[in-house]
């Protein structure tokens, strides 16, 4: 069973910095494409960033474009995103979500963690 | 960036209605699209793939059609468990968007 588990959410001051992790287990991590997706109290879901199954490609929205880094670590099978220069409207609780097969470089999310919540605040 | 646009925001049914949710995209993009179903309180959990194709274990009461701009997610007949907010997602190009959502509430 596929089981993804975000951490590292936090309060932080708009300007700081925060390094979320998301633990996968019950899967061929390496395989897949790995994306952070995130949701604003009681808004939307809004994607945030992806990386390919090996880290050598990468893909951020525009919004984060710049300040986020998305990376992984495949012989630990984590996910992990840095965030910098953080913003109030960068709060939302931000989600770990697994590629589904791609096909031509598209993909859904197939499964996801239960989310760790990001506030930006003075 | 693709817009995509549900209706209606908000559905008031009840159990054992037929349901049907619009996602309308501001490009076509030919059946790349997924539909999620989100519990207040949990993670979104994926419903169907490729506009009409049913994911492992989903009930077949879910049902999605549709191509180029327009497409549709039905539910077949409204159980208490399908009371939630459903989103269209689009995959066909970055960034991926999702629509606003759907929220259908007990009538």
């Known amino acids: 069973e596929v089981q993804l588990v975000e951490s590292g959410g936090g309060l932080v001051q708009p300007g700081g910095s925060l390094g979320l992790s998301c633990a996968a287990s019950g899967l061929t991590f390496n395989s897949f494409v790995m994306s952070w997706v995130r949701q604003a109290p009681g808004k939307e879901l809004e994607w945030v960033s992806s990386?390919?199954?090996?880290?050598?490609?990468?893909y951020y929205a525009d919004s984060v474009k710049g300040r986020f880094t998305i990376s992984r670590d495949n012989s630990k099978n984590t996910l992990y995103l840095q965030m910098n220069s953080l913003r109030a409207e960068d709060t939302a609780l931000y989600y770990c979500?697994?590629?589904?097969?791609?096909?031509?470089?598209?993909?859904?999310?197939?499964?996801w963690g239960q989310g760790t919540l990001v506030t930006v605040s003075s | 960036d693709i817009q995509m646009t549900q209706s209606p925001s908000t559905l008031s049914a009840s159990v054992g209605d037929r349901v049907t949710i619009t996602c309308r995209a501001s490009?076509?993009?030919?059946?790349?699209l997924a539909w999620y179903q989100q519990r207040p309180g949990k993670a979104p959990n994926l419903l169907i793939y490729?506009?009409?194709s049913l994911q492992s274990g989903v009930s077949s009461r879910f049902s999605g059609s549709g191509t180029g701009t327009e497409f549709t997610l039905t539910i077949s007949s409204l159980q208490p468990d399908d009371f939630a907010t459903y989103y269209c997602?689009?995959?066909?190009?970055?960034?991926?968007?999702f629509g606003q959502g759907t929220k259908v509430e007990i009538k």
């Open positions: 490729k506009a009409s």
């Open positions: 990386i390919s199954g090996s880290g050598s490609n990468t």
């Open positions: 979500a697994k590629g589904g097969p791609p096909v031509g470089g598209r993909y859904f999310f197939d499964f």
């Open positions: 490009q076509s993009m030919s059946t790349w």
């Open positions: 997602q689009q995959y066909y190009s970055y960034p991926w968007t």
